[in-house]
């Protein structure tokens, strides 16, 4: 107890000593002066400074290389010094700092450059029906149902952040003509041409559970707009559209259904619980497939045949393999993914090919991918699909392409007595959307997705 009590006396002590300290004893810094940054350009371009914030953003012309910007004007408050000088040469891919000082003073400041851009980044009509937007040509397309009045349609448009845009997002237009759309910001200017197509009887459709195509995950979306700037007179539909019949499907040649889900779903009754929405227009579907109506299934789609009566009234015929991952956990590619070609099919014509003809190469190193599979494994402990020959003897589908084990992950129903075909990719290694991209990252095979689905179109088609 007696060594706590002399400590706190001594602190006690020394408290008053500082305290009691000459009061004209001052510090020997010298703190006045500006530390301020009074004008700044690069290659020319005036710097706008926020003095709240200490920053200075330049604004460049879009496309204007930032690697190596010379500092052309710098003026700092009378008597100060800034680490940078008038003719220094910066690298402004990333933002800067310049410490301005003052005798013992000193503030540091963040430079940093903004390109003018002027793009219309979405157009959506009335909240629905997403735009196609072609970037080269700026150009934007919307497909709209018949029944949709194109002389009265509003659109939602986002755009480059401090740009401006006329005619205004949210205002009612009259389409029956294409528009012109004019994006402004700074010194740059894009003007883009939307076109909106009224589609009465669509020649194919793209079908989801959302409710319309600005809503469907990453994966589904990249299929769909694949499809909307590559099958004319295609559109999106959702499955209550189809269910309640607002989509005319008397000449559809081809409806594409590609599902995506976070973790897969794995046989009969996860798909029963997870694609209600489907199953809740499985009536209209299967009138469609009746009539003669063509359908591309792909990932977790594939599980609908066997509901709609394309496996007769097995409903177990289910693919009995599946699993994924998440989309932002996608795993990278350390190389090329394929799978094995069973059968010479159309589907297969024109494929980017690698070292082995027997391989459908699928993806590039530095892609990530979810893995997200829907097969049928090969084994007498695999519901009965003792071999392929059993496997096609049960579902009366037609093998196209195999995994490594043997597994179907590929196949066709072909049309007959008048119903129409199906064409079925179960593989993880078809796959349309990768959350980023390592460095380096060339696309080569991953082509070959695109290739093989306009290939699938035009087989279904014809």
């Known amino acids: 107890m007696k060594t706590i009590y002399n400590y706190i006396m001594c602190a006690l002590v020394a408290l008053v000593s500082f305290t009691a300290c000459d009061k004209n004893d001052e510090s020997s810094l010298d703190l006045n002066g500006n530390c301020m940054i009074e004008e700044l350009s690069l290659n020319g371009y005036p710097g706008i400074i926020d003095l709240a914030t200490r920053s200075i953003v330049v604004r460049l012309p879009e496309g204007t290389p930032a690697t190596q910007m010379k500092v052309t004007s710098l003026k700092v408050s009378q008597g100060a010094t800034a680490d940078v000088a008038e003719g220094q040469v910066l690298n402004m891919e990333s933002a800067q700092s310049i410490r301005v000082r003052m005798a013992d003073l000193y503030l540091d400041w963040n430079l940093s450059v903004l390109h003018d851009e002027a793009k219309i980044l979405s157009f959506v009509v009335n909240d629905i029906y997403t735009g196609i937007i072609n970037q080269d040509d700026k150009t934007i397309t919307v497909y709209v149902p018949g029944s949709v009045d194109v002389r009265n349609l509003v659109p939602t448009i986002e755009y480059s952040v401090n740009a401006s845009i006329t005619p205004l997002s949210g205002t009612a237009t009259d389409f029956s003509s294409p528009v012109t759309y004019t994006v ?9 041409v939307v076109t909106v197509y009224s589609i009465g009887k669509p020649k194919a459709v793209f079908v989801g559970a959302a409710s319309d195509m600005s809503k469907l995950d990453p994966e589904a979306a990249a299929a769909c707009s694949w499809m909307l700037a590559n099958v004319p007179e295609s559109m999106y539909a959702s499955f209550a559209d189809i269910q309640s019949e607002m989509i005319d499907l008397s000449e559809c040649k081809v409806l594409w259904w590609h599902y995506h889900k976070d973790g897969g779903v794995d046989g009969h009754d996860a798909f029963a619980a997870n694609a209600v929405e489907a199953l809740a227009a499985k009536n209209q579907l299967r009138t469609y497939y009746e009539n003669g109506g063509a359908m591309l299934l792909t990932r977790y789609a594939t599980n609908l045949p066997s509901f709609i009566g394309v496996t007769g009234d097995d409903e177990w015929t289910t693919p009995n393999n599946c699993w994924g991952q ?29 070292d082995n003809p027997q391989e459908i190469y699928c993806t590039d190193a530095g892609y990530h991918i979810t893995n997200s599979t829907a097969q049928y494994h090969i084994g007498a402990d695999w519901g009965g699909y003792n071999d392929h020959a059993a496997w096609e003897a049960r579902t009366g589908g037609k093998i196209l392409g195999v995994g490594g084990d043997g597994a179907v992950v590929a196949w066709e129903y072909p049309a007959n007595n008048g119903k129409g075909g199906i064409i079925c990719i179960g593989s993880g290694c078809y796959d349309w959307y990768s959350y980023t991209y390592e460095a380096g990252y060339v696309e080569n095979f991953h082509k070959n997705i695109a290739i093989m689905t306009q290939n699938a179109f ?5």
Do not use: Q
């Open 184 to 192: 402004t910001n700074n010194t740059a200017e894009s003007k883009y």
């Open 326 to 354: 998440n989309e932002d956990g996608a795993e990278l590619c350390g190389g090329p993914w394929s799978f094995r070609k069973y059968a010479d099919h159309a589907i297969w014509a024109n494929l980017i090919a690698g």
């Open 458 to 462: 035009n087989y279904l088609t014809k």
